[in-house]
């Protein structure tokens, strides 16, 4: 078992003797992609998890950009996954596809939403680069909705990781169906698993419920979900119950959340049991004092399992593509709030677990070994040839554009005009800008989280 590593860049990792730095920019959208982005950064330098690979490890320079939108971190939650606010900046479209035309990366790897991966593809295309970066892509977790359109929308880059054999079947499967290639599709592991195996402690018996910003959507369901939990605890008085939560209300995870468990807590009949908490930070951390993990679809079943954490996932509102947990199908992980409180705990299936790139069999350390061997091979190839996305102008003329045009890109992936603001801009109007873009996602987050749920719930009247 590999030792934890940071969730962070880091500081910049000074190179060793007669090996050069690795280069790598890092571009992500929200607080959980920066994290699997600059980890993965770090695992294909080789400066994360290569022990036992027989590779010698390569000093990495990351730099981290945040692509600015509706879901940009606050610094809080960028502290939260370890992140050194001092050393990340926030960029538009054209200021990410300057900063790659002047600053000769190695790698580009897109933490991102779908349609920000092709626009960002197709604006590197665009930039005709003499020497371009590799670029990397893939998923933060377990895909288990829309799995088409967000692979091809990641078609095109370099390396299309997947977390798990079984994900890199069906990701070679949908390429391969619709005529694409198929060969950028790598199967590695998701980069932050780590942690040492579960040990139980005599005297310690903690239950973790891990909610999930977007899973279930609706007021009932998670009022039913915190309701279970909260009666587990009255019935289990010795027991430490906890809401591991993604973000304080107000922020913005990768998924939106319009009804933050804190506000339901804060109506529970009674109030909340003594041996009941809210608890936020590092989910490795709260993992290190786990002797239950519970969730409904959380990729945080997959860290929990790789520790060998007893892990549940919840069937008691249906097993439902909505909810993601169909993904645990097979897993031996599905069960009911009324069973865990009887006092039943699942054992998971061994031949689930190995196709889903839990490795936690050992064999952890090799798993970024075939994604290293690629950026290798592909760095001492020389000159890359263009990037060539599915969707064209010819493939997908209905569809394209409009992503591109929402990244501020014309249909040949270009800047439009204005998109870039001068460099040398005054500071006064930069400030100005900044007051009103977080004025603005703070009216975004309040319509979303307050004024969106009145709405509907009088269309529902």
Known sequence: MPPRTSNAAGPAVTPAAGRAALRVAVLADSD???????????????????????????????????????????????????????????????????????????VVVLALVGGAVQAMLHGL???????????????????????????????????????????????RTVYEGVGADASAVTEAALPFLGGEPHRAEEGRDTVVFAAQPSVPASRAERAYLLRRLVEHARLHPRREVLLKLRSRPGEHTTHIEELPYQRLADRVPGGLPPNFRLVYGHMGEVLDRTDLLVTVSSTAALESLHRRIPTAV???????????????????????????????????????????????????????????ARVDGLLAAGPLPAL??????????????????????????????????????????????????????????????RVAPVIRRMGEL
């Open 388 to 449: 060539a996305p599915y969707y064209t102008a010819a493939t997908a003329p209905g569809y394209l554009p409009g992503i591109l045009a929402r990244y501020h890109l014309g249909p040949d992936g270009r800047p439009l005009p204005g998109a870039a603001a001068p460099r040398e801009a005054g500071r006064v109007r930069g400030a100005v800008r900044e007051t009103v873009r977080n004025a603005a996602r703070g009216a975004y987050r309040h319509g979303v989280q």
């Open 125 to 171: 295309a665009a930039l005709e680069l003499p020497r371009r970066p590799v670029v990397v892509t893939g998923y933060v977790g377990v895909v288990y909705e829309k799995l088409a359109d967000g692979l091809l929308l990641r078609h095109g880059a370099d390396m299309v990781l997947a977390n798990s054999r079984h994900d890199a079947g069906r990701f």
């Open 314 to 372: 919840l069937s008691d509102l249906g097993v439902r593509e909505a909810l993601g947990n169909h993904h645990f199908i097979g897993s031996g992980l599905i069960t009911s709030w009324d069973h865990l409180d009887g006092g039943f705990r699942p054992r998971p299936d061994e031949e689930w677990l190995a196709g889903q790139g839990v490795a936690a069999d050992g064999s952890y350390s090799t798993a970024y070994d075939a994604a290293r």
């Open 32 to 106: 959980t992609r920066w994290k699997w982005g600059a980890l993965t950064a770090h695992r294909l330098a080789g400066a994360a998890g290569a022990v036992g690979s027989g590779r010698a490890e390569r000093p990495a320079e990351i730099s981290g950009l945040l692509l600015r939108g509706r879901a940009t971190p606050t610094p809080r939650q960028l502290a939260e996954v370890g992140v050194d606010t001092g050393r990340v900046r926030e960029v538009t479209t054209a200021e990410f596809l300057r900063t790659v035309r002047d600053e000769a990366y190695d």
